[in-house]
């Protein structure tokens, strides 16, 4: 199949096999795992999923891929379409209605949209057992960035705060059609624990970490001065003269903890 990728869904369709296989091979999908595919696309990543664990569920919005991904994975093994946007797909109820604890998900995401998904898949993280993802490295630097780096940010707080952070390895543009403008990566997130998560409310925690980043280059008693004071956060045992890229994700979890809801 060679649909014309469409602009308006950000598509850039995998063909080049060695990374197709790099990937399939870093997922590992065996006959028990219940595998979600993100955008399968011309079925470049789902037709060897497939053919791994047997059954296979696409979460597909281009209506004009669907026909022919469904022709294709017949003989290959069990494929269910949920024609939907990937927002709108409640994860937890999927793995309910299928009835298995968690799920593993994977997919090339939509570059234009690639963090409401990612923050979309964290909200139902205790539903999912990994993730996969193709995104843009530029995405995947900042989603395991240290305190300190340049690209160091609120994904890269909430990310490593829900989940252990896994870059893989770059795609290059040419193993895409039509080639992206930017070099791609493969990165492996795996849910933590609910007993390793922040023990702070999630809202007020998100509050602070998007207030602090919001003017990061205030010192954090200038940028978060409508959330806390500065008695505040010198009780979280943080300077409130440090900016928003020198603190690590545990700082914010302290100044969740004392600040007022």
């Keep these: ?24 091979s870093a997922i590992s999908p065996r006959a028990e795992d219940f595998v979600v595919e993100i955008g399968p696309g011309e079925g470049a990543l789902t037709l060897p999923l ?22 294709r994975a017949a003989s290959v093994g069990e494929l269910n379409i949920i024609h939907s ?3 709108k797909v409640d994860f937890t109820a999927l793995a309910h209605r299928r009835g298995v604890e ?13 963090s409401p998904i990612l923050f979309h898949c964290v909200e139902h993280a205790r539903a999912i057992q990994d993730m996969h993802f193709m995104l843009q490295k530029e995405v995947v630097d900042r989603m395991a ?31 895409f059609r039509p080639p ?11 849910p933590l624990a609910p007993e390793q998560l922040p023990d702070a409310d999630p809202e007020r925690l998100y509050t602070i ?15 978060l001065k409508h959330v806390m004071d500065s008695s505040a956060i010198i009780a979280a045992d943080v300077d409130p003269k440090a900016r928003a890229e020198t603190l690590s994700p545990l ?11």
């Excluded at 059954?55 to 919005?61: G, P, Q, V, W």
């Excluded at 305190?147 to 893989?168: I, W």
């Design 1 to 24: 199949m060679n649909a014309r990728p469409k602009k308006s869904f950000g598509q850039h369709f995998l063909h080049e096999k060695r990374y197709i296989e790099r990937i399939v």
């Design 50 to 71: 497939l053919a791994a664990a047997g059954k296979l569920t696409a979460i597909e919005l281009d209506t004009d891929l669907i026909p022919d991904l469904k022709a």
């Design 85 to 87: 946007d990937v927002l």
């Design 102 to 114: 968690r799920l593993r998900v994977a997919g090339n995401l939509p570059y234009y949209i690639s």
């Design 145 to 175: 960035a240290e305190p300190g780096s340049k690209v160091y940010g609120r994904l890269s707080v909430m990310l490593q705060l829900a989940c252990r952070v896994e870059p893989l390895f770059t795609v290059p543009p040419g193993a």
């Design 180 to 190: 992206p403008k930017v070099d791609s990566a493969v990165v492996r997130l795996v």
């Design 209 to 223: 970490v998007k207030a602090a980043f919001a003017q990061r280059r205030k010192t954090l008693s200038n940028a």
């Design 251 to 261: 700082d914010y979890v302290r100044l969740a903890k004392v600040a007022i809801g």
